[in-house]
């Protein structure tokens, strides 16, 4: 009984397998040529483009105000402490010029109250930031507000892998048309 059992389970196995392999197949086949990213100074029809390093250009519409949240607030959680360099370049490049000066601020005085997390990251730590949900809460052709949620993560040589952190916030993402 248990080897007619064990025959229909590894049945099943390679039946999953198969349909997941040629649904990748099949996805990759219809897949656009070339990135979906389009770098400095290049033309394109990327979804999202990318400036000193810095996705910047996402389309205008719903999706693409969900999708620009998305970047900014995980790259920022990423680089606020761990890059300040990637961290000035992304405010330089996405925040409003009105606001830039407050989030380099702002920067500053993360990394001044985490001392522990910028040695972590001085002898080669790391963190990583995941948005898990986010609500677009108004969105008109100029300015989208998003509400999203996430986690961060943090480890390094001497530092056991933390507890996420919540990541949680009302932005506003200015979309200006180019």
Known sequence: MYERRWGTIAAAIVGVIAAATIGWAAGRSSAPK???????????????????????????????????ADNYVARAAETIVQDPAAFTRLVRHAWQPAGQEKALADGRNSRKQASDAVANYAAGGRGLSVIAARKLETYDDTRATVLAWGAGFIWGPEKRPTEPSRIHGDFSIWNPRS
């Open 34 to 68: 070339g990135s979906a990213q389009i770098q400095d100074g290049k033309t394109g029809s990327g979804a999202i483009r990318l400036v000193a390093g810095v996705p910047v250009g996402v389309k205008h519409s719903r999706t693409g105000a969900l999708a620009a």
